[in-house]
């Protein structure tokens, strides 16, 4: 007799990895390569690096499940017309901002002069050692990423405002059902 093994449906994965997101992007706001050195040098870095590797993942993970099937969730109805539109494009540059993110990281480690391993153990990319290319590429990895935060936080705004607003109960759609009776 065969058992199957019944796996969650997209939209609870994708809620979770939702949720996962929100404390590593918090994370490399405020830790970055240079905070971190400085806080516990290499050992430090390495569990950045870890942090960093988890980060890539599921944006390359959310990216794909995009890719394949779209977004999961559709405009609410009581949404006016102007906020379906920018309830799609908001949520398509998320998913396209942390690829992008994602992209650029390969970049810096493509552009090297040494290798780069994502947590301590994987490979990047093998360093071609370009070194102007790095600078330009660093600094267009980092303004993405904060040009990402800010889209996280218009993101967070508006499903705030759908939720008090228009009592859509946008909010309790991708909450946890522990935090449902404070929404």
């Known amino acids: ?10 939209r609870t994965v994708l809620k979770a990895v939702h949720w996962l997101m929100l404390p590593l992007v918090i994370w490399f706001l405020f830790m970055t390569p240079e905070v971190v050195l400085r806080i516990g040098g290499e050992t430090f870095f390495h569990i950045h690096s870890n942090v960093a590797l988890v980060f890539v993942t599921l944006s390359l993970w ?25 309830h799609q494009v908001l949520h398509k540059v998320l998913i396209y901002g942390l ?19 994502a947590g301590g153990f994987l490979p990047i ?10 600078e330009i590429v660093g600094r267009i990895h980092i303004v993405e990423f904060y040009i990402l935060a800010c889209i996280v936080v218009i993101h967070a705004g508006f499903h705030i405002w759908r939720h008090l607003r ?4 946008a909010l309790r ?7 449902h009776r404070w929404l």
């Open 1 to 10: 007799m065969t058992r199957h093994i019944r796996l969650p449906q997209r």
């Open 62 to 86: 959310w990216t794909a499940s995009y890719l394949r099937r779209g977004l999961a969730g559709r405009p609410g109805p009581k949404l006016p017309p102007w906020a379906r539109q920018f």
């Open 99 to 117: 690829f992008g993110v994602a992209i650029t990281g390969f970049l810096l480690g493509l552009t090297s002069s040494t290798l780069m391993r």
């Open 125 to 134: 990319a093998p360093p071609l050692g370009l070194h102007r290319a790095n």
């Open 166 to 169: 228009l009592r859509d109960n």
């Open 173 to 179: 759609i991708m909450a946890p059902r522990v935090l």
